[in-house]
């Protein structure tokens, strides 16, 4: 679905992003996770077409597939959540068809009591539930979301994790995600990619992670959130 070639992003005399070759294949869900300034949201923006890439090339399978970011500070626009929600949907739908797609939309991410608010005018958890309904109202095939729930509390947290899941699986939909928690990386990808210093320093299959994190930042991660017990069993 994505291949990166030679990927090189240079910015403030400082190469930010170093990616000799990353493919990920339809259907994937993959997390990024990395230190802050490691460079997952100038690759999420490379690939999302948002920002250049100094040299090398991101090749799309098919052609031509469209790539939807959720950046990593969502908003919403100044009209009601109801409108927002229905800005994701094809201008061919009948308003009807719109309204009852974005109230299905509004329940699976409990933002029905919010549909008469302004989208600019939600807390950042509100919000990003929001970007991501915006996004879900129809079906995506290549989804880049930059630390969806960074701002959402535990519930919300969980709860747009669930709704994401079904809809990828639902749809076939491809995932690349950024995000902090290793845990949440394993809830949601089968695959994860560790970036440092703009270099893929770590690719492992979700399962495998907690035993392949390594060293520096990963191995600091993986400590932190799979603690050990004396005789090496992780803590319930
Ligand atoms: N437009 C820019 N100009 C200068 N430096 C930038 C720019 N965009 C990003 N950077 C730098 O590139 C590095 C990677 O940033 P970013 O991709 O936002 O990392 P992450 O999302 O992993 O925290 C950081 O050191 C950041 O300061
Ligand atoms: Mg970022």
Redesign the pocket.
């Known amino acids: 679905m994505i291949t990166l070639e030679s990927v090189a992003k240079t910015?403030?005399g400082?190469q930010?992003l170093n990616i000799a070759l990353l493919h990920i294949d339809r259907g994937e869900r993959v997390a990024l996770i990395?230190?802050?300034?490691?460079?997952?949201?100038?690759?999420l923006r490379v690939i999302a077409g948002i920002v250049p890439p100094d040299a090398g090339c991101v090749i799309f399978e098919p052609p031509g597939t469209q790539a939807y970011l959720m950046p990593?500070v969502s908003f919403g626009f100044a009209r009601s959540v109801l409108k927002n929600l229905e800005i994701g949907l094809p201008a061919s739908m009948k308003s009807a068809e719109k309204r009852a797609a974005a109230e299905k939309t509004a329940d699976m991410l409990a933002l029905r009591p919010l549909l008469k608010k302004h989208g600019n005018k939600l807390s950042g958890g509100e919000t990003q539930r929001l970007a991501l309904g915006r996004l879900l109202t129809a079906p995506k095939s290549l989804l880049l979301l930059?630390e969806p729930t960074g701002s959402a509390d535990f519930e919300s947290t969980r709860l747009i994790e669930d709704v994401l899941l079904a809809a990828c699986e639902k749809n076939g939909t491809t995932l690349l995600f950024?995000t902090h928690d290793a845990r949440q990386a394993e809830r949601l990808a089968g695959r994860i990619i560790l970036?440092e210093n703009?270099r893929v320093a770590k690719d492992t299959p979700a399962a495998a992670f907690a035993e392949t994190a390594g060293s520096g930042w990963g191995k600091r991660l993986t400590h932190e959130q799979h603690p050990q017990t004396p005789d090496g069993l992780p803590e319930i």
């Open positions: 910015a403030g400082r930010i990395g230190p802050n300034g490691s460079g997952k949201s100038t690759l990593q930059d950024a970036l703009g």
